[in-house]
């Protein structure tokens, strides 16, 4: 069964102290592994797509790796407007198309 | 350019009752999506409709039921409420089945109370 485990569950940062994220995963055959952004009471908001071991992703204060078995989200320099949960799903090729999600990572970044 | 509009975002309903959450797709995306969330876990599927087939079924008790319409748009019903139906419900939508691991984007979602 595809499974999901993220690390930290929380995760308090200075400014300007840079961390990472990982998301370990288990899936019979990987179609895609996702990240997004979900503040307080809203919507999840795609920040990236990741389909191959080796892939790396950008964008501005966030890089998202992928490996094999694992993935990490490097935040770089972060901002108090980074404080936010971050949620890593993947997906396989079962045909249902549906996303299995990890419980988040609740970051906070004090100014 | 309209992102995922999901309606109402609030609701509270009695035990018992039932209750029909609305979703419009971004324009072009034929793939909608059904998520739960329950505060402090990561968003649980329920139900993926793809050109107005049912494509997957989460592990979700046959209270809850889905379609989708002739302009994609869907709706989620929960019949026969129970307090722990209480969650956000999410609604995605995408361009998947015309690529691979196409990315989902979310609607606000909808915060569900049953009292």
């Known amino acids: 069964e595809d499974q999901v485990t993220q690390s930290p569950e929380a995760l308090r940062l200075q400014e300007g102290e840079s961390s990472s994220l990982n998301c370990s995963y288990t899936?019979?055959?990987?179609?895609?592994l996702f990240w997004y952004r979900q503040d307080p009471g809203k919507g999840p908001e795609f920040l990236f797509t990741?389909?191959?071991a080796g892939e790396e992703k950008e964008k501005e204060r966030l890089k998202a790796t992928l490996t094999k078995k694992e993935s990490f989200l490097h935040i770089t320099a972060p901002k108090p407007e980074d404080s936010a949960t971050y949620l890593c799903?993947?997906?396989?090729?079962?045909?249902?198309?549906?996303?299995?999600f990890g419980t988040g990572t609740r970051l906070k970044v004090l100014a | 350019d309209a992102g995922v509009t999901q309606s109402p975002t609030h609701l509270i309903k009695t035990r018992g009752q039932h209750v029909t959450l609305r979703c419009s797709p971004i324009?072009?995306?034929?793939?909608v999506s059904w998520y739960q969330q329950v505060l402090g876990q990561g968003p649980q599927f329920i139900f993926q409709?793809?050109?107005?087939?049912?494509?997957g079924r989460g592990n979700f008790p046959d209270r809850f039921s889905a379609r989708q319409f002739p302009n994609y748009s869907s709706e989620l019903n929960v019949n026969a409420l129970l307090l722990g139906d209480s969650a956000l419900y999410l609604c995605?939508?995408?361009?998947?089945?015309?690529?691979?691991?196409?990315?989902?984007?979310f609607g606000q979602g909808t915060r569900l109370t049953v009292v």
């Open positions: 990741l389909y191959s």
């Open positions: 799903a993947v997906q396989d090729f079962s045909g249902t198309y549906k996303y299995i």
């Open positions: 324009s072009g995306h034929k793939s």
């Open positions: 409709y793809y050109e107005k087939e049912e494509r």
């Open positions: 995605a939508s995408s361009l998947q089945g015309q690529s691979i691991g196409a990315e989902a984007f």
């Open positions: 899936v019979s055959g990987l179609r895609g």
